[in-house]
């Protein structure tokens, strides 16, 4: 079984700074692939970056990177230059490789101060 | 590419009526699709696998007899809450896995959801 955990209900950051959301995971495949999605408040899932485990390069996508620290488990969403648009909830997911079951965690509600 | 319609977007009805949401993948086809559901200000949790042609494979306490599932063809599925109670109101968001050929992954493409209210 996987487990993901999102410590940050909430935060609020200034416009323009760099932004980190907190994620780490459990899971006892060998193989997996981690996901971060946005969720504005019409609901829609927005599929922000992808990282597979034996990745050796940190993904990246835009303004969008991940902190992949296979070791500690952990894979950190980085958000640089934030935009007023970037308010929105953030999920962390994993799912096994071979398997397309999405596992989500809690979320990080983030609000971005003009 | 590779977007995923829901309908309708908003739905309330009486209690004891069913409700039925349509997933579409409009410009693919999807042989799975997932529905989730999801509790204000809570994560998403998957309730069903829905694979074409096939029975649906459910989540541990998920109610078959409750929430019927059928994928009927490559690019629809639809969800049905049968006697629906207060305590269905949700969001129920679908999505349907497509492999991506730029990150070399199967993806799953998230519909827009929809809101079930039952008063």
């Known amino acids: 079984a996987q487990k993901i955990t999102q410590t940050q209900p909430g935060m609020f950051v200034q416009e323009k700074e760099a932004v980190t959301l907190d994620c780490t995971y459990d899971?006892?495949?060998?193989?997996?692939?981690l996901f971060w999605y946005k969720q504005p408040s019409s609901g829609e899932m927005i599929f922000l970056i992808y990282q597979g485990s034996y990745d050796q390069q940190n993904a990246t996508e835009g303004r969008y990177s991940l902190n992949f620290q296979k070791a500690r488990k952990s894979a950190n969403l980085v958000i640089s230059a934030s935009q007023l648009g970037d308010s929105a909830m953030y999920f962390c997911a994993m799912r096994p490789f071979g398997n397309e079951k999405l596992t989500f965690g809690t979320g990080t509600r983030l609000t971005i101060i003009p | 590419g590779a977007v995923v319609s829901q309908h309708p977007s908003r739905v309330i009805c009486k209690s004891g009526t069913s409700v039925k949401i349509e997933c579409r993948s409009l410009?693919?086809?999807?042989?799975?699709m997932f529905w989730y559901r999801q509790f204000p200000k809570k994560s998403l949790m998957l309730m069903a696998t829905s694979n074409e042609g096939s029975k649906a494979t459910y989540e541990q306490g998920v109610e078959k007899d409750k929430f019927l599932i059928n994928h009927a063809s490559l690019t629809l599925s639809t969800l049905t809450v049968t006697s629906a109670h207060p305590e269905d109101s949700s969001f129920y968001i679908c999505?349907?896995?497509?492999?991506?050929?730029?990150?070399?992954?199967?993806?799953?493409?998230f519909g827009p959801g929809t809101r079930l209210t039952v008063l």
């Open positions: 999505s349907a896995a497509l492999l991506s050929s730029g990150r070399g992954i199967r993806e799953q493409f």
């Open positions: 410009d693919f086809q999807a042989t799975t």
């Open positions: 899971t006892s495949d060998p193989s997996y692939g």
